[in-house]
């Protein structure tokens, strides 16, 4: 496999830093990458040097004569903000997440030169499922089933490799003739099918039904790392609060949020912690500006630095000692799950913004292991556990 002859070609649409790249390992190779930010695209040579299958473009810009031969697999991570929660409800139609039809634009038109990608990868924020009281969700499906294509939504949330907790829509699509016997099931498995996608595939026409497909993955073992396992005893990049700012932390905190703390006090070791600021609504409607702490050995999900409430602080308690500070760049590269040789941008926050928009490496990396490579090379994954499997007539209750 060292020869890139023989690896498996993808192509990877809004590719950011490359964490797709990094995640499908050794046994692929990029032959196009996109993107239109500069500085992410910096980022992406730097990371893949040369860095010369990347086109710094707008995907619209694209023709199918941009598309090297060979692909086995198409990702498109395409701009999830209109179909997050903050996204208006704009949905496919938004300026950002409406870029998708750039991307589905060249999809389609490798299909009527004859050349479809036999594997087509769509990711994005679980929030795309019931976006548009789901018919941006069903938008998607009908695109690839009507190219011929079955389609198998998963949530993985990322939790289950590094102390992140980061549920992301995963919609893989397969032209039929490749689908390999194992690799599917006839009922959806609770931790990759959760009750939002039940509910969502109960609402879709038969004509999807009929066109989905349940993937079949194995389930993970048990995550070893903890959050305080990937601080930085000297982080680069940001500095300690002061206790007046670790103070105002505290003052910010609800009397569930001061429990927390007096909890991790009381445990006699070293806790580590994270928090966002949110505002919240108090008993009589009035908007309050909270400090909301977790205490679980998993951060809350890392977000482009666009604002200073998704500026995610670490609080460090030991006893009556309590630090605070903003999460470093190079944390949040390992809860990512980036080598330490992974290459950042030197600003802060266009550090986050390439990691919020980023990939987990680690799921990659597991959907490449047991589903992609064995569709993209028709060899099935050795799976040891038997999943347990929801049934589904009892769908229609949940």
């Known amino acids: 496999m060292n020869n890139d002859g023989r690896k498996l070609g993808f192509y990877d649409f809004f590719a950011g830093g490359g964490m797709a790249n990094i995640g499908l390992g050794s046994r692929w190779r990029c032959l196009l990458a996109n993107d239109y930010d500069a500085k992410k695209a910096a980022a992406y040579r730097i990371n893949f040097p040369p860095g010369h299958e990347l086109i710094e473009r707008d995907v619209f810009e694209l023709t199918t004569h941009d598309l090297p031969s060979g692909a086995k697999l198409a990702w498109a991570s395409f701009p999830c903000q209109d179909l997050s929660l903050a996204g208006k ?80 829509l995963f919609i893989v699509a397969v032209r039929d003739s490749i689908i390999t016997e194992g690799l599917t099931a006839s009922l959806p498995h ?100 909270r400090a909301e702490l977790r205490l679980d050995g998993v951060s809350g999900c890392l977000r482009t630095a666009r604002g200073g409430s998704s500026r995610q602080i670490v609080m460090i308690i030991e006893g009556e000692r309590i630090r605070s500070r903003l999460i470093s760049p190079r944390e949040g590269a390992r809860l990512m799950g980036l080598p330490d040789s992974y290459k950042l941008p030197e600003k802060y926050n266009e550090a986050f913004n390439l990691l919020g928009d980023g990939l987990a490496v680690p799921v990659i990396s597991w959907l490449e292991r047991f589903l992609l490579r064995p569709l993209a090379s028709n060899e099935l994954p050795l799976i040891e556990q038997q999943p347990s499997f929801l049934n589904l007539s009892a769908m229609p209750s949940l």
Do not use: C
């Open 190 to 289: 609770t931790l990759w099918h959760p009750k939002v996608l039940q509910r969502a595939y109960l609402q879709l026409p038969q004509s999807i039904q009929r066109a989905w497909v349940w993937w079949r993955l194995p389930i993970p073992d048990a995550r070893a790392q903890q959050l305080i396992d990937i601080l930085e005893e000297n982080p680069t990049g940001v500095k300690w609060h002061s206790p007046e700012q670790t103070q105002r932390l505290l003052d910010l905190m609800d009397d569930n949020n001061r429990a927390k703390v007096q909890w991790a006090q009381q445990q006699h070791r070293r806790i580590a912690g994270t928090i966002y600021k949110r505002i919240r609504k108090d008993k009589s409607g009035r908007r309050h500006q």
């Open 89 to 168: 409800g704009r949905g496919l139609n938004g300026h950002r997440s409406g870029s998708f039809w750039g991307f589905w634009r060249l999809m389609t038109g490798l299909l009527s030169e004859g050349r479809p990608l036999p594997i087509i990868v769509l990711e994005n924020v679980t929030g795309t499922i019931s976006a548009n009281k789901g018919e941006d969700f069903r938008t998607l499906l009908e695109a690839l089933i009507s190219a011929g294509y079955r389609a198998g939504p998963l949530v993985i949330n990322a939790h289950h490799f590094v102390p992140q907790s980061r549920p992301r």
